[in-house]
């Protein structure tokens, strides 16, 4: 049954979404990167050639691919530029909760228009006083007749500034903790939704990130995604999905600084030979492939146990947590296997070192992944493998 064969159209996707890479992205990569402009132009063009919402469901006109399909899109994607990626891939991470919780009616009205017309989404969970802890969010929705009024802040939204709609975590009874939450659609055009300025980040600078804050902002009762109180539930379902696909976006990023890097090795010489032929670079760079692989295969499994529908939390946070690390771990070893050049914006490295990092913040922290296994390590699960 273990099979690491792609299907034809597998190869086919992977060859266009490379293809995309190579002639649509990396062309445009180091300008987004210094300017910090949105990539507005890429995306759509993303859009019309089917790499934007990938999994929205046959019935309403989507694509319907699997997880598995988005590893190799993301992996490509990332590889190219993991800030043109994280803003072409924001609407598959806003549209999840929706894909896992949202009503028939919901989808026709929001996610199906999403394949006619080229649309944005963004997902709004943490608030600035809360971040991994999720329940810990204040953002209010409080029922009056048909609507609910919506008050409270988000803080690093993805997309937020140039998003149709946001799906938006809510606590509409704050005294029930986790189970008195819930997810709304929000459209980003309402009254009262007032979007922050774009914060000037580390990395993947062309990521549009922004605050938002919601002032009595009226809501139909129709746009609650799932039922009232499932907003936590649907939230964490959510990220069994988006995790491995940001797992295999670090190892997009890892596995680009790791060509540069050999390419690098194999041409600079010092003491009259290429520093590769040193043992200390050369194992370096076998650790830089050995991991990448790992990371891949990681991720891989994550996406494959869920869309053969087991349970993944325990897998997906493994994946996210390795290739986070080991993106980090990889694009460093790449600035220093370029010596003085790395640490300078000519040479590519320096964008990737500083791209990586949030590999290990956002989608969970590299802390809160440790947190989740250890979990399932206390509850005596998770050591053997998949129990399948
Ligand atoms: C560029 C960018 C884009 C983002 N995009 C989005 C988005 O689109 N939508 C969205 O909702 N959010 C988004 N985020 C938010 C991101 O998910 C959070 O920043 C992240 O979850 C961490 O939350 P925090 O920043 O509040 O840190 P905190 O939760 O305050 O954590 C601070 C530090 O403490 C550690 N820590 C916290 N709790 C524990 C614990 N129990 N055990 C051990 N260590 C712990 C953390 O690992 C971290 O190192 C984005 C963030 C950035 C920077």
New binding site residues.
């Given amino acids: 049954m273990i099979d690491f064969s792609l299907t034809d159209e597998q190869k086919a996707l992977r060859d266009m979404a490379r293809e995309f890479a190579k002639n649509e992205i990396i062309p445009k990569s180091a300008h987004h990167d210094e300017t910090g402009e949105y990539p507005m132009d890429i995306l759509k063009k993303a859009w019309e050639v089917g790499l934007m919402n990938l999994h929205i469901e046959a019935e309403n006109n989507g694509a319907e691919m699997s997880d598995f399909d988005e590893m190799i899109v993301a992996e490509e994607l990332n590889y190219g530029c993991s800030g043109v990626a994280t803003a072409i891939l924001?609407n598959n991470?806003a549209l999840a909760p929706v894909l896992v919780g949202a009503s028939k009616e919901l989808k026709k009205k929001f996610v199906e228009p999403m394949t006619r017309e080229f649309k944005l989404a963004?997902?709004?969970?943490?608030e600035p006083g809360?971040?991994?802890?999720v329940a810990g969010i204040r953002t209010t929705a409080v029922r009056k007749g048909d609507e609910y009024i919506v008050n409270g802040s988000?803080?690093?939204?993805?997309?937020a500034g140039v998003s149709d709609w946001m799906f938006v975590l809510t606590k509409t009874d704050p005294s029930a903790g986790h189970k008195g939450m819930t997810g709304f659609i929000i459209d980003s055009k309402s009254h009262g939704v007032i979007i922050g300025k774009k914060?000037k980040?580390m990395g993947?600078k062309c990521?549009d990130?922004r605050a938002v804050t919601f002032e009595d902002v009226r809501v139909p009762i129709d746009q609650v995604v799932g039922k009232e109180g499932e907003g936590f539930k649907i939230a964490m379902a959510a990220f069994d999905h988006t995790r491995p696909a940001v797992a295999i976006g670090a190892v997009g990023v890892a596995r680009s600084a790791f060509e540069h890097a050999l390419r690098y090795a194999n041409t600079r010489n010092t003491f009259g030979k290429p520093i590769s032929s040193n043992q200390g670079i050369a194992f370096m760079l076998a650790e830089m492939a050995r991991d990448i692989e790992a990371g891949r295969l990681l991720a891989w499994q994550a996406a494959w146990l869920i869309d053969n529908g087991y349970k993944n939390t325990y897998q997906a946070s493994i994946a996210k947590a390795f290739c986070a690390d080991m993106c980090m771990r990889v694009a460093t070893d790449a600035v220093q296997i370029f010596g003085g050049y790395g640490f300078n914006n000519e040479y590519p490295v320096e964008k990737l070192m500083r791209d990586a990092k949030?590999f290990q913040?956002?989608?969970?922290?590299?802390?809160?992944q440790r947190?989740i296994i250890s979990k399932f390590l206390n509850d005596g699960k998770g050591i053997e493998g998949p129990n399948i």
């Fill in positions: 924001a991470l963004a997902y709004a969970v943490t809360a971040g991994s802890d988000k803080q690093w939204i993805t997309n914060e980040n993947q990521s990130t949030i913040i956002y989608e969970g922290t590299s802390q809160i947190v």
